[in-house]
């Protein structure tokens, strides 16, 4: 039998699984005071939900499971999908669509939800990205105002600074504004995927690059240069301003209320944040997954570099279950990003409780070792973190054990007094 | 696209979710207070170690998951296990040797462990068994002693008494004392596996049903007879001293140090245990898993009919990954039995939060916005639950359903004062 995880899994360790519970712990206190309450879904679904095209490329990456019984026909079987009838979720946004669609007679309206749990991707394995990781999500169902894009932002925020992050950032930008821009400069209103692909890039390419990519696809000059543009005229201005320089200049290709959202966003959010963070109007940000329809958002800590979560309003999505379509919104914290932060910074979680381990001599009486397990008891009412255990033979090693492990007090049971 | 869980899985609804959460925090919190450390592994195993037969009749209900890519050959695969090469963890012991094997050196001596996650059996699906269910196991490696089944005995009923359960029983026998009367008996050694299925069913079929069995099944008169005879040595006889009466009846046929060991048990348990609850010998006592090789356990609770949890001593597991075996012993709480006897028994968890929901008329002006959300943060600082959410048109149906969710305190925010 095989010892090691499979292939791209991994085992945590107590050390992380204890920096992992409490920044649990943190999440679903911050999240509650929110009024978000938890909810949880299968980590298995359907294979129909699973190739519904709402995961996007993450549908190439699902572990499928196979039929079972009668119902497997290895011999018939031509293809995945009819050996397979279900496979691992890989987000928790398609099941929690799912879930609303099934149980929105017995949920409240708004349906403020908080998910935590494993998702499962059969990704090419590489550093710090495993096949099974967690997310943690917060949305909110039947609400169509910008008091679910404020909330989300203001409750993830309060999270991030509670769990010790300063001077982050969010950059946001709406759906609406992106389609409106690329119609503005002609682009054919089929083909504006392919050209929020090649925007996201900007990061990495340049703007040079960018134009390069787009005219290389097939795109004219003359709409690259007329979409490029539009990009400098927020320059040096930020928030509000920004956004109403980019509406002034689209004029009429920006459908009514889409910069007034944004706007009121800036300044609800700025006046009632509760910790020192941006929020910055990024035109360029687009946000990979193609199911968003209005406001999107990214999280990034400059100092870690990558972002450290990001979501959106997807308005359609519960429509795909329903058929009639449900407003929503969510934002998702990269759980696992996170807890690589703090375990390379070496966190230390605050407020461990007192441990004591009690150490039993070889072959003890049953009078001496009752003796042991009463003062654990007494010890462990006293609310301290309490080890019965027997000695090692070497001792000095086993102390020094004991001690990396934060056991402070060592109490020895002896059967007769040394000498 | 499908609205409903897969087949013999479920959704979990916030007011579950929060006796299911409610629980977890008991059981971390106790069982760490034990000296019990989390961790986890992966739902994903490979597919040999889901076939080692550690897993007994598990095995044949595991979920697997298909190659992917170049690995599967769909034409060429004839089996099952050629289409696969990993599939859905049915329990958390098995996985939980595999951690141990590939990270004793890590780890501390003994290691105690806390588990708690899913687990996945494609069982016929019945009332209340679900597809996907939680585990919440505790398990001490590398101690041979009786230390640790007193120590999982008393952190288990510690757990049980916080959560509110009273008058359990614990169940305990030995596999060793098991083996060494089918042996006394004269049943052949290599068909005693046999013989402890049938006797797991005296609960059912009672010790005429047991001995009709035995003997049908081919094992003679005498051997069934001399068998059944050993279990009323015990009658009217507890604790220990039914384990004597035991071993007296069985003299030779009991490896030496069998019964000691039991009687060390009682008697620590007996003067440690914080709560009240029976400890009882139960020479019946046979528990399904295979791989037990010494002590074993069952609860129940009497008002509740069914077990709530078990355990028992597995000494050679680890060796099937390590080549080398590592004493090690394990209890199981019945997670989803004890959350179901909550649900049905309309349990509140204590201490909740004081929630508050703050009302926002339609079309209110950003000043206002402002305001709610300030109030908002205020009231999140003094450690309430708040919600911000739009009036709805029915005033009446959402003042009604706040209440029901808990919120005592309803803030309404108009533009105007009413009039």
Redesign the interface.
């Given at each position: 039998?095989?010892?090691?995880?499979?292939n791209g899994?991994?085992?945590?360790?107590?050390t992380e699984?204890?920096i992992r519970?409490y920044v649990i712990g943190l999440v679903?206190e911050t999240y509650?005071?929110?009024?978000f309450?938890?909810?949880?879904?299968?980590?298995?679904?359907?294979i129909?939900?699973l190739s519904?095209k709402?995961g996007g490329e993450n549908e190439k990456l699902v572990?499928?499971?196979?039929k079972?019984g009668e119902k497997?026909k290895?011999e018939n079987?031509?293809?995945?999908n009819e050996?397979?009838?279900?496979g691992?979720r890989y987000d928790l946004t398609m099941p929690l669509a799912?879930?609303y669609?099934?149980?929105q007679a017995?949920?409240?309206?708004?349906f403020?939800a908080l998910q935590i749990g494993?998702v499962?991707r059969?990704d090419r394995p590489q550093k710090g990205r495993f096949?099974?990781f967690y997310q943690c999500d917060i949305d909110i169902l039947g609400?169509a105002?910008n008091?679910c894009e404020?909330?989300l932002i203001?409750a993830t925020t309060?999270l991030l600074r509670k769990i010790g992050f300063k001077g982050f950032e969010i950059r946001i930008n709406d759906r609406r504004l992106l389609r409106a821009m690329a119609g503005y400069a002609g682009f054919p209103e089929d083909r504006v995927d392919e050209v929020f692909i090649t925007l996201d890039k900007m990061d990495k390419i340049g703007i040079g690059g960018v134009r390069e990519e787009l005219v290389s696809s097939g795109f004219s000059e003359e709409s690259a240069d007329r979409y490029l543009a539009l990009f400098s005229v927020c320059e040096g201005k930020t928030g509000t301003d920004a956004v109403l320089a980019v509406r002034d200049a689209l004029k009429d290709a920006l459908p009514e209320g889409v910069s007034e959202n944004l706007s009121?966003i800036f300044?609800?959010v700025g006046?009632?944040k509760?910790c020192d963070f941006e929020l910055v109007f990024d035109p360029t940000l687009v946000r990979g997954m193609g199911y968003y329809t209005g406001p999107i958002f990214e999280i990034s800590v400059p100092e870690f570099g990558s972002s450290v979560g990001g979501g959106g309003r997807y308005d359609e999505m519960v429509g795909?279950?329903?058929g009639q379509n449900v407003p929503a919104c969510g934002f998702s914290i990269g759980f696992e990003r996170i807890i690589s932060i703090l375990v390379d910074q070496g966190y230390r979680v605050p407020g461990s409780?007192a441990?004591t381990?009690i150490l039993?001599e070889k072959n003890l009486s049953?009078e001496k070792?009752?003796e042991a397990?009463?003062r654990?008891?007494e010890l462990?009412?006293e609310?301290?973190?309490?080890?019965?255990?027997?000695m090692?033979k070497n001792r000095r090693f086993q102390k020094e054990?004991?001690a990396a492990?934060g056991y402070q007090e060592i109490i020895d049971i002896y059967e007769r007094p040394l000498e």
């Open positions: 039998m095989n010892k090691k995880p499979v899994m991994r085992d945590i360790l107590p699984m204890e519970d679903k509650k005071a929110f009024g309450t938890p909810m949880e879904t299968p980590c298995v679904e359907s129909e939900n519904g709402q572990f499928k499971i196979m079972r497997l290895i079987g031509k293809t995945e050996l397979a009838d279900s691992l799912r879930f669609a099934n149980h017995e949920l409240p309206k708004p403020k494993p499962f059969a096949r099974q609400d105002s008091l404020i909330e203001l309060t009121e300044r609800i006046a009632a509760d795909k279950f329903l409780k441990r381990a039993l049953p070792t009752e397990f009463l654990a008891r462990r009412k609310g301290k973190q309490v080890l019965v255990t027997a090692a054990q004991l492990e």
